[in-house]
Structures are given as C-alpha cells and as structure tokens.
C-alpha cells in the first residue's frame, strides 16, 4: 500500500490518458499502478492523492468517511460576515443541503505561487480569500457553495486532505508518503 501526493498545477486532467491533447497525470507523475483517489477539478489545484491500493482509494474517495479537505479558495468580492456564516451552518444546493464546513476570511496565502494564465483582473471587482474544509466530495461542491452564498469562485487550490497537505511543494511535484503516516492514517480512520 503506497500513496503519492501530486500539488496538481491548474488545467490538468486527473487522469492518465486523453484523446483531446490536453494536460494529464502522466505529463506529471511517472508511477505505473497508481490511481486516483478522488478528483480533482481541471480548472483547479493543489492536493491531488494517488494510491496503488484500492481499499485505500475508496477510503480516500468515498463521502462516508468524511475525511476532511481544506482549500484555498480567491472569490468575487469581499463575502460578509452573513455569507461566512452561511458556509458555517450548510449551503443548500440543488443536491440538497451540505454539512457545515470550517470557513474563515483569510489574507492571500504568502506561499501562493503565480497562476498561468492568471486570474483575471478587474478594477471594479475586489476579490477575497477564504479557506474552506469540507468532509463531503460532492461534484464541484466547493465553487457551488461560493456561488451559492453570492460569491463565485475565482481560483481554487486544495491545500490538504486528511493529514497530508502540499507545503512544501511546487505545481507538478509530487512525493510519496512515508509507510508509517499511511499506517496511521488507515488506523485513526477504523477507530472513527
């Protein structure tokens, strides 16, 4: 049982294979055997794990094990005290209301790196930075949940999942966990 950690750089498919040209796993982790586990939008960065163990991948992936997931995220506008606490309770969404997540107002994160091409700047438009756990994997969950409380998402970086996070790492590096993390992971989420 092995787990990678990629810090997925923004507008690459989290697959391996494409027919469309387009920026895959495969230009980034060389790992014959490894998957996946979860997904990570194409228009979105950061943590991305990858495990050869599909007990682990469904783990990691699977919404009944709340494993918790923290991103960065830059929104249109500066979110009110109202919309933060919104986040806080649940966002009902068109697949039904989300649990409450950990949301805060923060300044923009000092490790930031540039994105290419870069947000697109607008004099009329401020923009702000929250960080956002969540314990559910719904589809695009966490640019609904902005969207929904008045803010759309403008650039999303996931900074962890579980205990593993990206510090450290630039986009396109990746780093295979040490085996004791793992077997503490697996063993704290059997007693939970």
């Known amino acids: 049982m092995r787990l990678l950690l990629l810090n997925k750089p923004f507008q690459v498919l989290t697959k391996f294979k494409t027919e469309d040209g387009r920026a895959t796993l ?3 982790v ?19 794990l990858l495990t050869d163990h599909g007990p682990l991948q469904a783990q990691l992936s699977n919404p009944k094990w709340k494993v918790a997931k923290t991103y960065f995220v830059q929104v249109e506008n500066h979110p009110s005290v109202q919309a933060i ?14 649990l ?7 300044d923009e994160p000092s490790w930031l790196w540039p994105r290419t091409p870069p ?21 695009r969950q966490v640019r609904r949940m902005t969207a929904a409380v008045g803010h759309p998402t ?16 630039q986009p396109g590096d990746y780093r295979q966990t040490a085996s004791s993390e793992l077997q503490a992971f697996v063993r704290s989420s059997h007693k939970a």
Not at 100 to 106: H, V, Y
Not at 119 to 139: M, Q, S
């Open 30 to 48: 060389h790992a014959p055997g490894f998957h996946p586990a979860g997904r990570l939008d194409y228009d979105s960065e950061g943590l991305l």
């Open 100 to 106: 409450p997540a950990d949301a805060e107002l923060i």
């Open 154 to 169: 403008l650039r999303l970086i996931r900074w962890s999942v579980g205990p593993w996070t990206i510090k450290g790492m």
């Open 85 to 98: 606490q919104q986040l806080q309770r649940g966002v009902s969404l068109m697949d039904g209301l989300t």
């Open 119 to 139: 947000i697109r700047f607008r004099k009329n438009i401020p923009t702000a930075w929250l960080k956002l756990t969540i314990k559910e994997g719904r589809n």
């Open 26 to 28: 495969a230009d980034y």
